[in-house]
């Protein structure tokens, strides 16, 4: 089973920025649609981001403009670039494998990376 290892949250004041990595096992990566999601305390998880293998991608509303999610194949690895963070960003971040570059996710869930935007 494919396994998601993500990393590089933190406390991040408003308006700053931080990048996301997701290490993915297994093998062909390049060919899986990947993803980003999101789930704030409360509420229900949220993909924020979808990527397919020739780079073609997808944001929710939440996240256009503000985010950008990335792959290096040759890694096995996500990435989700996030500036102007608000506090409205603060969440656990999730990477898993999509089924469509607007989910559902078709892979077991990661422990996640908490992303706390706060002054």
């Known amino acids: 089973q494919v396994q998601f290892v993500e990393s590089g949250g933190g406390l991040v004041q408003p308006g700053g920025s931080l990048t996301l990595s997701c290490l993915a096992s297994g093998n062909a990566f390049r060919l899986r649609i990947m993803g980003w999601y999101r789930q704030a305390p409360g509420k229900q998880r949220e993909l924020v981001a979808g990527?397919?293998?020739?780079?073609?991608?997808s944001y929710a509303d939440s996240a256009k403009g503000r985010f950008t999610i990335s792959r290096d194949n040759a890694k096995n690895t996500v990435y989700l670039q996030m500036n102007s963070l608000k506090p409205d960003d603060t969440a656990v971040y999730y990477c898993?494998?999509?089924?469509?570059?607007?989910?559902?996710?078709?892979?077991?869930w990661g422990q996640g990376t908490q992303v706390t935007v706060s002054s």
């Open positions: 990527i397919v293998s020739n780079g073609i991608t």
């Open positions: 898993n494998q999509l089924a469509s570059i607007r989910g559902p996710n078709s892979g077991a």
